[in-house]
């Protein structure tokens, strides 16, 4: 039946085994989803906003059970996974009090006496969801799918099988009817056959751009709607008039939050000629003030990647690209201790062509890209198969939104860190991926636009 093995990237040890759920197991939970959705969706989506209040209280309860489980299985710091946690809870309470609104028909004038839109939801959907945030991806997803009316199945990251059990658990807690949502503990080769079951209806995957090509494909053949947060190399472009003491210290924030292991981190420091070695040496000097070590530990600002995989194709990312001409002025290299940790990293001179500006690394490796002036800045930021973020960093806000509405990405910031926030749509372009999470277009991906017409 195979197992599901949990693993301590601090140590290299083993955690936990959890028992893959067999194909009858896997049928039995899809049917059960399917079998509740009719009453589910029948509930006033007032009723349903009730049960997410009682899934943040839930969240609130555990918060610190949940973060060091968090902590264990995937290595980010205890206070950063504490703040997923309240994230977590927050999103819920923001979709109980806004989401039954984004559900309200929409009347449109026609030539019938009535005529509107009715937001109605689809049936069980399938999440394919990451290990990085372990409870937020999952529920930035589940919970406006649910409040719609929607049923919902996890198949999360293998490396997570705690964090799966718990998610479930705590929607048990808050008093969700049985079958709402339910946690499926399966391997990635499990997951065709769910897409292609007739009784699921739609299937949202963050993950890798592999991964998302092959859901895609798989929901395709299947005629699914799907949406895809894939991965990102977003740009942080500073410009000449920014203040630099200040927008490095960000940038060391922007790359190195969560071990660096985020879709939405910056990637490529992409910086005008002026001022890019003041800015570099800015940067040196924050990121060899950092602390690597426990991420169980209170004054740890580095905890270790999640997988000795995932910590090995780095190391390669950063060799070719130094074998290609960029400059290694720290780290660069795996550190010899226990578990799963890289040194954190500073290439400069990077440029296309070059694995570290072509390819996604996830992981402590900051990048920078010299640029002549603002206009080499923005056609590099663009020069990415990837747009999921990117942030403009000046004196000039006028001049940093016109820059950053000719970002090619989906999410833009000005002067700020590329961030998620359930009051905004959040998702990508190109290779990124497509669809929105999160706000009112996110409640709206997993629905039917049905319009009704009455003479």
């Known amino acids: 039946m195979g197992e599901l093995i949990s693993v301590n990237p601090t ?21 059960r989803a399917s079998e509740r959705f009719p009453e589910w969706s029948r509930l006033r989506a007032g009723k349903r906003a009730g049960f997410l209040e009682g899934l943040a209280s839930a969240l609130r309860e555990r918060s610190e059970a949940l973060a060091r489980l968090a902590t264990e299985e995937m290595g980010k710091r205890l206070a950063e996974a504490r703040a997923e946690v309240e994230k977590c809870a927050v999103a819920c309470e923001y979709y109980a009090s806004h989401g039954p609104d984004f559900l309200v028909d929409q009347m449109i004038a026609s030539d019938a006496g009535r005529s509107l839109v009715a937001w109605q939801p689809l049936g069980p959907v399938l999440l394919v969801m990451p290990w990085n945030f372990p409870y937020w991806q999952a529920l930035r997803q589940a919970i406006p799918a649910t409040l719609a009316g929607n049923t919902v199945l996890l ?83 500073v410009l000449a008039d920014a203040d630099l003491d200040h927008v490095a210290q960000q940038a060391v924030t922007a790359r190195f939050q969560n071990n660096g292991e985020t879709c939405i981190a910056a990637k490529r420091f992409i910086v005008e000629a002026a001022v890019a070695d003041d800015f570099v040496a800015r940067l040196r000097d924050g990121i060899e003030r950092l602390r690597v070590g426990d991420p169980m530990a209170e004054d740890t600002d580095l905890g270790p990647l999640a997988r000795a995989d995932l910590r090995d194709d780095l190391h390669d990312q950063v060799r070719r690209s130094i074998d290609a001409g960029a400059a290694c002025l720290t780290g660069g290299e795996a550190l010899d201790r226990d578990g799963f940790f890289y040194a954190p990293t500073l290439l400069d001179r990077v440029r296309p062509g070059m694995a570290a500006f072509d390819e996604e690394t996830f992981g402590p490796v900051a990048v920078v890209t010299r640029a002549a002036d603002a206009e080499e800045a923005v056609a590099m930021a663009n020069a990415s198969r990837y747009g999921l973020g990117g942030s403009v960093w000046t004196r000039d806000r006028t001049r940093g939104e016109a820059l950053a509405r000719r970002l090619e990405c989906g999410c833009a910031f000005v002067n700020g860190i590329v961030k998620s926030d359930p009051r905004l749509p959040f998702g990508g372009v190109k290779d990124s991926g497509y669809g929105r999470e999160l706000s009112a277009l996110g409640i709206r991906e997993f629905v039917n636009a049905k319009t009704i017409w009455v003479d």
Do not use: M, W
């Open 155 to 237: 198949k999360h990251a293998s490396n997570v099988p705690g964090c799966a059990a718990a998610l479930e658990e705590l929607f048990n807690e808050a008093g969700f009817p049985e079958g709402v949502f339910r946690n499926l503990a399966i391997g990635s080769d499990a997951v065709e056959a769910v897409i292609s079951d007739p009784r699921v209806r739609g299937v949202s995957l963050t993950g890798s751009e592999g991964a998302g090509r092959a859901v895609a494909a798989a929901a395709g053949k299947a005629l699914k709607k799907t949406v895809l947060e894939l991965g990102g190399s977003d740009a942080f472009v």
């Open 11 to 31: 140590t290299g040890q083993r955690i936990r085994a959890y028992p893959v759920l067999p194909a009858t197991g896997v049928d039995q939970a899809v049917a």
